[in-house]
């Protein structure tokens, strides 16, 4: 079993910044795959980026160039610094960690954290 804990969201205004963390316990926190996702009101949850446990990335366009995600094994921790937020990045954002490659999918993730608000202001 993994729990994972998100913090680091918040209210922003267009242009800032925020750093999301996803602390994770449990088991090898390294074996796993690791995966942002979001949902905004009304809306499905989306895909926004992912991490292999060798570091390959993967972004949804949406954020492609202005969010990175990375991820330190030795704190269990994986990151989603965001730049340059636009009021449609405002969502609940969601960790989430596979035992498989992460993909865009989210029914292939096994474990989720509760999430965390970010709201961008225009």
């Known amino acids: 079993q993994v729990q994972l804990v998100e913090s680091g969201g918040g209210l922003v205004q267009a242009g800032g910044s925020l750093r999301l963390s996803c602390a994770a316990s449990?088991?090898?926190?390294?074996?796993?795959?690791m995966g942002w996702f979001r949902q905004a009101p009304g809306k499905e949850r989306e895909f926004v980026a992912g991490?292999?446990?060798?570091?390959?990335?993967d972004y949804a366009d949406s954020v492609k160039g202005r969010f990175t995600i990375s991820r330190d094994n030795a704190k269990n921790t994986v990151y989603l610094q965001m730049n340059s937020l636009k009021p449609e990045d405002t969502a609940v954002y969601y960790c989430?960690?596979?035992?498989?490659?992460?993909?865009?999918?989210?029914?292939?993730?096994?474990?989720w954290g509760q999430g965390t608000q970010v709201t961008v202001s225009s």
């Open positions: 989430a960690a596979t035992l498989g490659i992460p993909t865009r999918i989210d029914s292939l993730y096994h474990y």
């Open positions: 449990g088991r090898t926190f390294s074996s796993y795959g």
């Open positions: 991490i292999t446990w060798t570091d390959s990335t």
